[in-house]
């Protein structure tokens, strides 16, 4: 999860990385950071909370430069992190340099043991550090060589926007696993974000998404330089940001996000239609899904659920007995909609079953007749290790439990999930999605014990 921007060649680059971090506060809450250059030397300002709560203009003045990065920090479900706020920042050999990072990389405690055993050390349990030491200990001459370097010790998934004092490095992944994008800026300068609602904030104009395994390099009166820096692209970018991570306006590698949801919606109801009065989403995860459902069976679609937009996502806190609180406190039915009938009540997707069981005890009180549970992705049974923050397997309620016992076990009238070939259809069939955490294909290394998502 978490969000990256990378500015180069603007006037107010941290102005810019400020309301590109604004718009892609979806992607993480718990810390957020941006570090500027001015071609002598970068200065960083990170802390832990939302980035309107975070930058005030006067901090914002004090970061002056033509090249910022910033990122958004997503905390981890089950562990409370202590404030390993990025962007990273160090001085080594070659000047100062500044790190980013999206993604989760599979072998960072193999990467991070080998470090210390050559008598590295370490202020913080980011993974970014580690792409910090092996920068800082490559033998190579310039920064893009040893970065190039750096990238054959990592692996699994990553969007990273790197920092010098007058350059800046921006690279995917070679599966491109999480998204990455480029955009023009209206006064001149580039913007590379992890989404585009980041663009339509600052006025920027879409280019192009960055290629599986490339590295763009961004220097001052220069064209981006593109390379490969991968002999072995496999495309694979992640099911998972258009099932709910990404926000609906984004476009991700040419395709738009509420359509591709809204088109689960419609497969779901052909391959698990519910005969039923009014279809409900669980807002807001589940809209775009519920509103192609309820278009595809001809059934009324109601927002007959009230999300208070004040409380957080109901996975930011900790412990279980928060989350559980945390559902009644986010969402409340609107009972004349609901009392007597018949509802299909609509998510993107079922992880632990927290939410749901409460959902359809909250539809149940209000009054419904029936509730039929619809799910417009397939059954979790595996952990992401890419980036996508997903509990122990035991955790996962689809590892222990068909649909029919999860069903009874929520009250729920029925369960039904959207299949991988409906979903793989939604999104086009046109590419290898990443859909690890429904058929356990951990094509990027790592497994469903390797380390999961910490700084990502
Ligand atoms: P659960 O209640 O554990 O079954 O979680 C399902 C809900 O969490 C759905 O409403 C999803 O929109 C949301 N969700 C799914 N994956 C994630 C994630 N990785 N982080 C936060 N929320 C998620």
Do not use: W
């Amino acid at each position: 999860m978490c969000a990256i921007v990378g500015v180069f060649g603007a006037k107010k680059a941290s102005t810019v990385a400020y309301y590109s971090l604004f718009s892609m506060q979806h992607r993480g809450q718990e810390a957020t950071g941006i570090s500027v250059a001015n071609g002598e030397r970068i200065a960083v300002y990170k802390k832990r909370g939302m980035v309107a709560d975070v930058f005030s203009q006067a901090t914002l003045d004090t970061l002056e430069g033509e090249c910022a990065v910033g990122h958004n920090r997503y905390s981890t479900a089950g562990s409370e992190s202590a404030g390993d706020a990025q962007p990273v920042f160090a001085k080594y050999k070659l000047g100062e340099i500044s790190v980013v990072h999206n993604g989760n990389l599979v072998n960072k405690h193999e990467v991070r043991n080998e470090l210390i055993d050559n008598g590295a050390i370490f202020q913080t349990d980011m993974d970014t550090e580690n792409i910090i030491h092996l920068i800082a200990k490559s033998q190579k001459d310039s920064l893009e060589d040893r970065i190039k370097d750096m990238l054959t010790k990592i692996e699994g998934a990553y969007c990273l926007a790197i920092q010098s004092r007058s350059k800046m490095f921006v690279i995917r992944d070679r599966f491109g696993i999480r998204p990455l994008s480029l955009g023009k800026l209206k006064d001149g300068g580039y913007i590379v974000a992890s989404e585009t609602c980041a663009f339509d904030l600052v006025g920027a104009t879409f280019v192009r998404d960055v290629k599986p395994g490339e590295m763009l390099v961004f220097e001052k009166d220069k064209e981006p330089k593109s390379q490969m820096v991968f002999e072995n692209v496999d495309f694979h970018p992640c099911a998972f940001e258009y099932i709910y991570f990404a926000r609906p306006d984004s476009n991700i590698d040419g395709k738009n996000v509420y359509e591709t949801r809204l088109e689960m919606g419609r497969r779901l109801a052909k391959e698990t239609p519910a005969e039923v009065d009014i279809v409900l989403p669980v807002p807001d995860s589940g809209v775009a899904a519920a509103r192609g459902y309820a278009e595809a069976l001809n059934v009324p679609f109601e927002m007959g659920i009230v999300r208070n937009h004040y409380v957080g996502r109901t996975f930011i806190e900790p412990t279980q007995e928060i989350r559980d609180l945390k559902v009644k406190l986010k969402l409340s039915p609107i009972k004349h909609l609901i009392e007597g009938k018949r509802v299909a009540i609509i998510d993107d997707s079922l992880v632990r079953g927290t939410t749901s069981k409460q959902i359809v005890r909250m539809l149940k009180d209000a009054g419904a007749k029936e509730v039929h549970m619809r799910i417009a992705s397939p059954e979790i049974k595996f952990p992401c290790r890419y980036g996508i923050d997903t509990p122990t397997k035991e955790e996962l309620i689809s590892t222990k439990y068909t649909p029919k016992e999860i069903a009874k076990r929520m009250h729920a009238d029925s369960l039904g999930f959207l299949s991988i070939e409906g979903l793989k259809a939604s999104l086009g069939n046109d590419r290898n999605y990443s859909l690890v955490s429904f058929d356990g294909n951990y094509f990027a290394g790592g497994n469903a014990d390797s380390p999961s998502c910490g700084d990502c």
